[in-house]
Every structure is written in C-alpha cells, then in structure tokens.
C-alpha cells in the first residue's frame, strides 16, 4: 500500500484598511489512488499552475476567481467542474453571503476552490491531515474521487440541515413575539424572510447540480460501487431542506400576516379610545369657550358670579352641564357596543 503524506503550504494576507487576518491556504493531500487539493481564498497563479498540470479550461479558472458564479456543471472527457454555494452561518449575524465552492474531478484528482471560510469542509481537510480519525481518512482518501467528493457535498448539506433547524427556533421566537403585545415582531419577521430567500437561492440548483453530478461522476469510480446511491441520500437531505424552507416560509407569512391583524387591531383600540375621550370632552370643551368671552352669561363675571354653594358655585355648575352630555353619550355609545372593542 503506498504511504499516504501530507504537503501543505499557507500563507497570511492581510487586507489594506482592516485588522482581519484571512488565511490564504494551499494544501495537498495524497490518497491511495488519488490526489486531493484544497484551496482556501487563493490567488491567481495558484489556480493557474494547477490549471497547466491537469489541463483546464481557462473559463473555469475565470469562474474559481469570481466571488459569485452562478451554479454549473462542465463535463470533458478527463474531468468535470461543478460550481456550488453553500451559505457559511454567523450565529449572531446570520446568514451574510454565499460561499462559492468550485470542484474540479477527475479519475486521479480532486480540487476544491472556496473564497470563504466553508467550516465543515476545512474540518475535513484538518482530518487528513492530523489524522485524528484514522478509519474517518481511510473513509475519505481511501476509495475514489467521487467518493470524496460524495463526503464533501454530504456534510456540507447536512451543515445545511443545522442551519433549518436554527431557522425553525427563531420562528418559534417570532411566534411568542407575535402575540405578545409590548413587542414588535416587524423586524425580525424581514430578517428572517431575507434568511429564508437566501437559502432557496442556495438549494434550488443544489439539487439539479447534485444530480447531474452524480451521473458524470461514475466513470471515473476505480472500483465497483454505485456511486448514484450515495448520491440520491444526498437528494433526500436536499428535498429535506427545500420541504422544510417551504414550510418555514408558509409559517412566517402567516405570522406576518397575524403580526400585521393584530397591530392594526391594536392601532384602532388606541384610536378607538383617544376618539372616545375625545367626544366625551366636546361639552365641557363648548360650555368651557362660552364662559371665557367677553359676554353676559349667567354666572359669568359680567352679571355676577354665584354664591348659593360657596365661591365655587360657577365652577360647579359648569362641570356639572359639561358631565350631562358628556353621560349621555356614553350610555349611548354603551347600548352600541363601541366600548367592547
């Protein structure tokens, strides 16, 4: 058996203006019958040499360098490139951007390009590398390419399935928000929305990719097994995915609707009650007007104030002809129902 070994390079670029360290790494990793290139956030030249040795084609290394390319499959007679999108997840920020995996294929080689930190694949790579999990590497690097690259795919998708579970615990956030009346839920129902849309852009031709992939990968299997089978487990965790982002998407418009019935409800109870005080303050608001012109009305100060229940006989004569009218209208409105509401 030929010893498997090791060669990696990295390298630390810093970009101008900011503090962030991005690391710009090179490894190789020989298998048995095979060898595996990981790229991480390379440069030009790095592509290019790769590009002279195996011979590819000069717009696919154009798509690799593109910070977005939408997602392909290119099959030639020695190899295939396929350009998939994965979404790297913040847990406090969420879903920012996509990440871009490029994957050239061949009978003897596999190369995965990704401008992004893709967490799931890098463990991997830190797996063949340090030889932590010794039957999980030979698991890896032990069969063929399309074996590999079945790994790769699978755990990025089930990294995906870690992600709709993160979704569905913020709806049920949103739904506690929802009906609780002191918290607005508008802004996190957008940007849960804004998560959602993102994800679909990602799965939708996830599954045609995957696909179409498998159906190319398997003349360059160096052994027996069917790689389609692998493949369609992989379809099943996708339409997972796509189901549940529908039924994620079904739920949050029916609580934006809800959201939206029970702020109006509450905006016309707020008006309701500002209407009511004030018509209930119309009377007083007349009478009130009345009393302060300059014109003779009994009780005024041009005929003489009143005096039969102290100083303050005026005062109270005025707040009792202003709460008649004032009762009046509220039995009324009463009778009709409006203080229900």
């Known amino acids: ?51 002279q040795k195996y011979h590819f084609n000069v717009l696919n290394i154009e798509d690799c360098l593109t ?16 350009i998939l999108h994965f979404p790297p997840l913040d847990a406090t920020k969420g879903i920012q951007q996509f990440t871009q995996l490029s994957i050239f294929v061949g009978s003897d080689f596999l190369v995965t390009i990704h401008q992004g930190d893709l967490k799931p694949l890098v463990d991997m790579v830190n797996t063949c590398k340090e030889n932590s999990d010794p039957q999980r590497r030979q698991r890896l690097i032990g069969k063929s390419t399309g074996s590999l690259l079945h790994e790769i795919i699978d755990v990025l998708v089930d990294d995906l399935l870690h ?5 569905v615990g913020n709806l049920e956030d949103i739904e506690d928000i929802v009906f609780d009346e002191k918290k607005s839920a508008g802004r996190q129902i957008s940007v849960l929305r804004r998560e959602i849309t993102k994800l679909r852009r990602i799965v939708q031709p996830l599954k045609r990719i995957t696909l179409e992939t498998a159906k190319n990968l398997q003349r360059f299997s160096k052994s ?16 997972k995915v796509i189901e549940s982002l529908e039924e994620s998407k079904e739920t949050l418009e029916i609580y934006k609707d809800t959201d939206f019935m029970l702020s109006t409800e509450k905006s016309n109870k707020i008006l309701s009650v500002l209407t009511m005080i004030f018509t209930l303050s119309i ?18 100060i041009e005929t003489g104030t009143w005096f039969t229940l102290g100083p303050y006989t005026t005062f109270i004569f005025v707040i009792f002809i202003s709460a008649i009218p004032a009762l009046l209208m509220w039995f009324y409105f009463r009778r009709l129902g409006w203080f229900t509401t």
């Open 1 to 51: 058996m030929k010893k498997d070994f090791f060669t990696s390079k990295l390298w630390s670029t810093r970009k101008a203006g900011l503090s962030q360290t991005i690391e710009r790494r090179v490894e190789t990793i020989e298998g048995e019958k095979f060898t595996w290139i990981n790229l991480q956030n390379p440069e030009r030249k790095d592509i290019e040499q790769l590009a």
């Open 67 to 82: 910070k977005f390319e939408l997602p392909k499959l290119d099959s030639y007679d020695d190899h295939v490139f396929v």
């Open 163 to 167: 992600t709709i579970r993160k979704i």
């Open 224 to 239: 027996e097994e069917d790689l389609t089978l692998y493949f369609d487990d992989i379809i099943d965790h996708v339409d």
């Open 283 to 300: 009377p007083a608001t007349v009478i009130g007007q009345f009393y302060g012109m300059n014109v003779n009305i009994p009780g005024g």
